[in-house]
Structure formats: structure tokens, C-alpha cells
């Protein structure tokens, strides 16, 4: 996936790559490695790669599926007024594990993943006093 100036990675396991910032993660040793994160849509686009990448580990366990790195890349646009575009997402994986194992995963994560749902179905936004 080639990325614009709002695209995102995050990579964990053995797909995890240097520089960016590191996060703590509950389902990782070496945590998340998260990059560039420098403006606010980056932070949006990152908001679905990072629970994507969260749940795939959560989903691969569940399925029983041994996933030994995963990589999300995350981007977006914006039209003129700054509303969303939408939001695209990619998984790599690393793992021995059959194709249709692979296929299944990333359905069933594109399915619960609970922010990219939360995007999904929409939400307002106010600013309280």
C-alpha cells in the first residue's frame, strides 16, 4: 500500500520495524512500534491500524491461528473542508498458518474490530464547557 502524508503503519512481532514510536502491548514482548505520528489525522489513521493490530492477535488466539508478526498500514484523505475521505487498511502477516486460516482472520478482525466499527457506524463529536 503506498501511503500519502496521512498514512500510518504499526508493526508488532517479527514484522515489527525500527524507528517511530514504541507502544506498550499487552499481547507483545517488544511492544508496537507506531510511525510517523506528528498530526491529528495521522493519530485518526493510527487509531485503526492499532486495533486491527491489537485484534488480529486477539483473533488469531481465538481461531487458534499462530501469528508470529503483524503489520497494519492505515491512510486516508480529506476533501476541502477537512471531512474524511475515508479510511483504508492493509494486514501483512506473518505465519505458517494456511491462506484460508489467513483469509479467515482477517475477516472476522475486519468484522469486531471495535474502532474501525465505531468510525463505521459514525459518532458525534461536541465540545463541552
Known sequence: MQLSPFGVSATAGTLRVPGG???????TGEGVMASPVVNGAQVLHLSVALCVLNDTYRE???????????AVE???????EWH???????????????????????A??????????????????????
Open 74 to 80: 492505515a491512510d486516508g484523505s480529506f476533501d476541502a
Open 84 to 106: 474524511s475521505t475515508g479510511i483504508e487498511y492493509c494486514v501483512t502477516l506473518d505465519s505458517i498458518a494456511p491462506a484460508d486460516a489467513l483469509d479467515l482472520l482477517r
Open 21 to 27: 514510536v514504541r507502544l506498550h502491548h499487552q499481547r
Open 60 to 70: 488469531a488466539e481465538r481461531l487458534g491461528v499462530k501469528v508470529e508478526g503483524v
Open 108 to 129: 472476522s478482525v475486519d468484522e469486531l474490530a471495535e474502532i474501525p466499527r465505531a468510525i463505521r457506524a459514525g459518532a458525534p463529536v461536541r465540545r463541552v464547557v
